[in-house]
């Protein structure tokens, strides 16, 4: 049963002169790669140009806020349950009177961590989430010297502020949008 | 009383002339390794080293730098004394073939006479084939010294490599030296400058010979020596630093010393343009001396991408290939060659 059109039969000629004194192939072997030095480079030179991703890239987390600059995160622990690789750990805490503009919802995530050396960055948290606070953006988990900087906190994953710092949000969150769009857009 | 009159000025320009030499040698051995890497980069469709200076120029100076500020490890159980002479040997072989090879015509300087060769010897090419075969003390002393198998088997392949393929390129070159009649160097570039290039005269001699400088340098498809996937680095395993630089370097000088030679011997020398006497442009015998060791320099230029790019198409021989291809193919065939040569000249002269 023949399954592709890739299959060759096996040649067992014996080898012509030509063959057998090996030269003419070297010569086009030597033409071939000669002719590679006109063709076109592909490298990509990394700081400068960056590749673009594929619309299904999952990268590094952030938290999400809404228009008004407040945590959408309420806590509620889907994500950590949803995790595949218990990466996430959040410590839930009850809005005060006061604190109206930080938190959307009464109840908040005081601590939120993942541990990126856990993350197998499958993205079920951001499935999992039913307030839209947990996105995977296309940034690369970079380097780091201890395993203790793996663990990113609130600090490392909340989106910048719209209001205070309004170009740094739309940066994150046109990114974020702009895929959601590709990738369905593609489906 | 004066027993030797010794000619100070003469001790001094040839002095100067080795200095220039070395230092060219060494330059375009740092730079060749840049090439390389360039050349390897076009064939696979890269761009290559682009980050230290313009074009990535800086880039030999960067490695040599790293090679000098590497950890030098010199094994316990490694004989010290061999261990350090072979980078050296390797090193000092490499350089010292450049003594005989004309790098160009006389040039008048200050009222003197001063040829572009460091020693016109009359037995010019053998001191380049007993230097040669010094090279791979080199190699084995180093493989030896390191008290490790692997070394020990990269440097045998080495010696037997280039035993067996000197002997082919010998008898290459003997057909050479039945034309031309001379041992000389640069006899034969004159001999070159009146009449044919031996390239067209001894094709098939220079094909030899190209094929066994290929062995002779260590060069991919012949660098059995440092075959990294049997035998780990191969002679230069527990080499680190410096004196891994200078095994590497030596290759690299090597290269450059016989493209040298074989510019010399089949491709004119300094000649610049075959069958053409160049004499009619008019210049003075200064410029012509300097435009002919340009044209010797592009020679060898040519000759290193030649090595270069032969490396990053032919993959490596198999041992038992190797030694098949030197002995039932390249010597029989450099016997035939000397053959046809010698029943050719005795038919020319009657």
């Known amino acids: 049963m023949q399954l592709t059109n890739k299959a060759k039969l096996v040649d067992r000629k014996p080898m012509s002169i030509a063959e057998k004194i090996y030269l003419p192939a070297i010569f086009k072997g030597m033409g071939i790669t000669f002719s590679h030095i006109f063709k076109k480079k592909v490298t990509i030179q990394y700081p400068e140009q960056t590749r673009p991703f594929s619309p299904v890239f999952r990268g590094l987390h952030i938290l999400n806020r809404d228009e008004e600059g407040r945590e959408n995160c309420t806590a509620c622990g889907l994500c950590a349950v949803a995790c595949p690789a ?29 541990n990126m050396l856990r993350c197998i960055f499958c993205g079920l948290c951001e499935e999992a989430c039913p307030k839209d606070a947990i996105y995977l953006t296309e940034t690369f988990a970079p380097a780091n010297y201890s395993r203790q900087s793996f663990i990113y906190g609130k600090d490392n994953l909340v989106i910048p502020h719209p209001k205070e710092n309004p170009e740094a949000f739309t940066k994150a969150k046109g990114l974020i949008d702009e895929r959601k769009a590709k990738a369905n857009q593609q489906m | 009383m004066i027993l030797l009159a010794v000619d100070w000025a003469l001790v001094l320009e040839k002095f100067i002339f080795i200095a220039f030499i070395i230092t060219v040698s060494l330059v375009v051995a740092l730079y060749m390794t840049f090439g390389e890497r360039k050349v390897a980069a076009w064939i696979q469709d890269r761009v290559g080293p682009n980050r230290a200076g313009p074009f990535g120029i800086l880039q030999p100076l960067a490695d040599g730098l790293k090679m000098f500020f590497k950890e030098e490890i010199i094994p316990t159980s490694s004989n010290k004394i061999l261990f350090i002479l072979g980078p050296s040997l390797a090193m000092i072989t490499a350089m010292l073939t450049s003594a005989v090879i004309p790098w160009g015509d006389k040039v008048e300087l200050f ?6 060769q460091i020693a016109d010897v009359n037995i010019g090419i ?19 010294a390191s008290n490790n198998k692997f070394s020990l088997m990269g440097g045998l392949r080495a010696a037997s490599q280039i035993i067996s393929y000197e ?12 034309i031309t009649g001379t041992l000389s160097l640069g006899e034969m ?25 290929f062995a002779e340098c260590n060069r991919t498809p012949f660098d059995l020596a440092e075959a990294e996937n049997e035998l780990i680095g191969g002679y230069h ?17 090597n290269m450059f010393i016989s493209s040298a030679v074989m510019a010399t011997l089949y491709f004119g020398g300094y000649d610049i343009i075959p069958f053409y006497d160049e004499s009619a442009w008019g210049f ?28 990053w198409t032919v993959p490596r021989f198999r041992y ?6 030197g002995w039932k193919g390249l010597i029989p065939l450099a016997l035939f060659n000397m053959l046809v040569t010698a029943a050719v000249i005795l038919f020319l002269k009657k």
């Open chain 1, 86 to 114: 218990e990466a996430i750990t959040m410590d839930a805490a009850e809005r005060l009177p006061g604190e109206e503009h930080l938190y959307r919802e009464e109840k908040y995530a005081a601590k939120y961590e993942i």
């Open chain 2, 111 to 116: 009222g003197r006479t001063i040829s572009l």
């Open chain 2, 126 to 144: 053998l001191y380049v084939f007993g230097i040669l075969s010094l090279g791979v003390y080199g190699i084995m002393i180093g493989s030896w």
């Open chain 2, 167 to 178: 002997l082919a390129m010998g008898i290459a070159l003997i057909a050479l030296i039945m």
């Open chain 2, 189 to 213: 570039v004159k001999q070159q400058q009146e009449g044919w290039w031996n390239f067209f005269v001894q094709p098939l001699g220079f094909f030899i010979f190209l094929v066994c400088a």
């Open chain 2, 237 to 253: 395993s527990e080499y680190s630093s410096l004196k891994l630089g200078f095994y590497l370097f030596a290759e690299y000088i």
């Open chain 2, 284 to 311: 003075s015998a200064n410029i012509m001396a300097l435009l002919g060791a340009a044209a010797l320099f592009f020679k060898i230029l040519v000759f290193i991408f030649i090595f270069m790019w032969v490396r």
């Open chain 2, 320 to 325: 038992d290939q190797l030694m098949n291809l």
